[in-house]
Structure formats: structure tokens, C-alpha cells
């Protein structure tokens, strides 16, 4: 799969970062060890709710097999789908995927450009699958800054998979944690609610996942230990799994690893 060439600049929010410059050294390797072993079906009661994943790796996992960063990134796209059908099969009701953060507008306009050509792209390929899957998508993001036909083909989608009941995917699209909070307070604010009554609940309620549950586990892959401004928010009582395994090779085997592992954790909640 090759990327179009720009024929304009990437239109980017007025606050997005500036560019940064790509990072110099020696491309990542794929994590070599071995998969965990195939996980018998958990009892639902063992089952996280809601599973979020930061989906890392792509850009090193391209270099290590000698290919374009965009060959990356759609190897990471062709890895969800997998993942999409196995979280159906293995019970999980809900999963909310980090596909592109605002820290992301500062990668050059040909990757940004490409990342959006890859999500409209997909989503199109995708949605009568999902729906058929009854599977429910959901964005979390700033939608009214995404170019227009990408958000054309997110509605759609929005729309013909409202009906599905096996699997709440959330899709974290110009997403940050730290926007989420300014855009939760802006619409706290404006709503007339009066300082004492703003609590935990008004800011769940006015966040991208109002209604949702808080995720249970959060993974990561690609080797780096931290959360990224991902959910950080909801996160608070998360499980943390990282994974040395780079987003295009993350299949089952890892999935039922992080599940398992989920399983054996003693969740306290502060008690």
C-alpha cells in the first residue's frame, strides 16, 4: 500500500503543537518472545468490562522490516481487525483503542495526512463488517476538527452501527486526556452548573465517555511505561499491563496474556 502524495498543507487546530523533528537513532526490533499460551474463556465475572489499549509501535515496527512508516500504520490498522474479532469471541463488551492523539499533529503533514487517509479508508472497508459483527462504534475526540471527509465517514459509521450490542468499540481520534478535561470544564461551565455542585459525577458526565464504565485494564504496547495522557481520567483505578510486543504484531496470544494477567491482579480500590 503506498500514500498518496499532498496536494495542501495539513489543516491543523490553532492549538496543536508545532512540528517536531523525528527522533534519531536505531530503528526498534519486533519483540521476539515467546507468546503466551493460549487462555481458556475467563468466567465473565473474571472479564474486564472495558479493555482501552495505546496502540504503540507502528513507525518502529515499519523500520525493523524495512518498510514505510505508512506501511506500518496500515499493518497496525490490519492488526485491529484481528483484535476486533477475537475481543468479540473472548466475551470483552467494550474496548476503546488510541489511535491518534493531538500530540500527534506535530508528525510531519504526509503522516498526518496518511493517518487520516488510513482511518476514512478503514472505515469505510469496515463498517458493514462491524455492523454485521454487532459491533458499536463511538469516537472520542474533537470530531468538529478532522477533515471533512474523514468526519463524513465517521458519522456513517456512527450511524449504521448504533444497533450493535457485542461490542462497544471507542475509537480515541484527536484525542487527549488533558483536552477532554478543558472541554469537559468549558461544558460545565457554560451549562450553569454552580461550583458546589460540581463533583466527581458532573465531570464523568461531561467527559467524551459520559455513560461509559471507567476502563479496567489498560494496555500498552511497544514497550514504553506510561499512559500518554490517555483516559487519565477514567484510569484512576486501572490495571496497567505494557508489552514489549509492537502494535502490528499484538495478537491473540498477547490479548489472552493481558486478560489472564488481569485475572490474577487483587483489585483493592483504595480498601
Do not use: K
Not at 496470544?253 to 486478560?259: K, N
Amino acid at each position: 500500500m503506498t500514500q498518496a502524495p499532498l496536494d495542501r498543507p495539513v489543516a491543523r487546530p490553532t492549538d496543536a503543537p508545532p512540528l517536531a523533528h523525528e527522533p534519531v537513532g536505531e530503528p526498534g526490533t519486533p519483540d521476539t518472545a515467546a507468546p503466551a499460551a493460549e487462555a481458556q474463556l475467563l468466567p465473565a465475572e473474571e472479564l474486564p468490562r472495558h479493555v482501552a489499549i495505546t496502540m504503540d509501535g507502528n513507525r518502529r515496527w515499519a523500520r525493523a522490516h524495512g518498510v514505510t512508516d505508512f506501511e506500518g500504520h496500515a499493518a497496525g490498522v490490519e492488526a485491529i481487525r484481528g483484535l476486533l474479532q477475537h475481543a468479540v469471541r473472548r466475551g470483552v463488551p467494550m474496548l476503546t483503542l488510541y489511535a491518534f492523539s493531538r500530540e500527534n499533529w506535530a508528525r510531519s503533514d504526509d503522516e498526518v495526512a496518511g493517518l487520516f487517509d488510513l482511518l476514512g479508508r478503514a472505515i469505510a472497508s469496515e463498517t458493514e463488517e462491524l455492523a454485521a459483527q454487532g459491533v458499536r462504534v463511538r469516537l472520542l475526540g474533537r470530531l468538529d476538527e478532522l477533515p471533512a471527509e474523514t468526519r463524513s465517514s465517521i458519522e456513517n459509521a456512527l450511524d449504521r452501527t448504533a444497533g450493535g450490542t457485542r461490542l462497544h468499540l471507542n475509537i480515541a481520534w484527536n484525542y487527549a486526556g488533558r483536552t477532554e478535561l478543558v472541554d469537559a470544564v468549558r461544558r460545565l461551565m457554560t451549562s450553569g452548573v454552580s461550583p458546589d455542585q460540581v463533583d466527581e459525577r458532573a465531570v464523568s458526565d461531561a467527559l467524551y465517555t459520559a455513560g461509559l464504565p471507567d476502563p479496567d485494564l489498560m494496555i500498552r504496547t511497544g514497550g514504553e511505561q506510561r499512559i500518554s495522557n490517555f483516559l487519565i481520567w477514567q484510569s484512576a483505578y486501572a490495571e496497567l499491563v505494557f508489552t514489549d510486543c509492537l502494535w502490528p504484531d499484538f495478537g491473540r496470544e498477547e490479548f489472552d496474556g493481558a486478560l489472564l494477567e488481569f485475572a490474577r491482579r487483587n483489585r483493592r480500590f483504595g480498601r
